[in-house]
């Protein structure tokens, strides 16, 4: 946890001074102009399995080039193999910072903490638990006009280890995520 911290920091702390330089100032904007709002949602309908997944963020830029954020997710999944059907409510909360280092590429880092559901082998029985993760990547930005855009990444999970799978909430290290931002700045 301490190494995560410590990464976390390194990464804002890289961003905001590389973020200093006088073209990126965004001196003089509005706070309301600053705000960056946006996510993305998953929808899925099967034979085995339903699920929806909601994930707002809200950002504020801090240069051009530098947004510092929070995204929040809620996902329900329903398994019908079984009967009755077993539904799961997730949520999470994921504080992010992203650094555009050329032309819609950036880099991005975060902190997901995860409170989900899974079952605890005793038949239908379910329990909730708690998984934190510290997550970088990169990603692509295309700007939709003035003050929109569509995004793209790819994350890798360094908190991941494929020998905890039971309690893992995810199958793989790596999470990649699309979405639309509205407002702030895009470059």
Do not use: C
């Not at 099967?46 to 929806?52: A, K, L, R």
């Not at 559901?117 to 708690?130: S, W």
Request: proline share 4%; net charge positive; glycine share 12%.
């Amino acid at each position: 946890m301490r190494t995560t911290v410590l990464l976390l920091f390194l990464v804002v702390s890289v961003g905001t001074v590389l973020a200093q330089g006088e073209d990126n100032s965004l001196k003089g904007v509005p706070f309301k102009e600053r705000i960056v709002t946006g996510g993305g949602f998953g929808l899925g309908f099967g034979n085995t399995q339903d699920f929806v997944s909601l994930s707002p963020i809200i950002g504020y830029s801090v240069t051009r080039k530098f947004l510092v954020g929070s995204g929040f997710t809620y996902r329900y999944t329903r398994f019908k193999l079984v009967t009755p059907s077993i539904s799961f409510n997730d949520y999470s909360i994921n504080p992010f910072a992203r650094f555009t280092i050329y032309k819609g590429f950036f880099v991005q880092t975060e902190f997901e903490h995860l409170n989900y559901q899974l079952l605890t082998g005793q038949g239908a029985e379910k329990t909730r638990r708690d998984y934190n993760s510290f997550l970088a990547g990169g990603g692509f930005i295309q700007p939709m006009g003035n003050r929109s855009s569509f995004f793209l990444m790819a994350l890798y999970n360094f908190s991941y280890t494929a020998s905890d799978a039971f309690y893992t909430p995810y199958q793989s290290p790596w999470v990649i995520r699309a979405g639309v931002n509205i407002g702030g700045f895009v470059f």
